[in-house]
């Protein structure tokens, strides 16, 4: 069982800059990490992910060239750099460890953070 704590979240203006970070712990059998978000009254939606071995990267169209997703191995710890934040970003962030190396939807990944808030006032 992997345990994920995110930090990072909070309040930004538009325009501005946050990072999310995500340590992973347990014992640990995921082969990628993604970022999802959920705003009020919406489904949570896939933001960003990342493999492991690789370092392979795959991203939203509504985020892509604002936010980077990035990884340490040695600290099993995944980020979430998000530039440019517009109000419609204003969701909890969560992370998330999948086995598959194609896992997009969140049904695909077995074991979830509590979140963090991001909020962006314009």
Request: glycine share 12%; net charge positive; aromatic share 12%.
């Amino acid at each position: 069982q992997v345990q994920l704590v995110e930090s990072g979240g909070g309040l930004v203006q538009a325009g501005g800059s946050l990072r999310l970070s995500c340590a992973a712990s347990g014992t640990f059998s995921s082969v990628v990490m993604g970022w999802f978000r959920q705003a009020p009254g919406k489904e949570r939606e896939f933001v960003a992910r990342i493999r492991w071995n690789d370092g392979t990267t795959y991203y939203a169209n509504s985020v892509k060239g604002r936010f980077t997703i990035s990884r340490d191995n040695a600290k099993n710890t995944v980020y979430l750099q998000m530039n440019s934040l517009k109000p419609e970003d204003t969701a909890v962030y969560y992370c998330a460890a999948g086995r598959s190396i194609f896992a997009l939807r969140s049904t695909d990944f077995g074991s979830w953070g509590q979140g963090t808030q991001v909020t962006v006032s314009s």
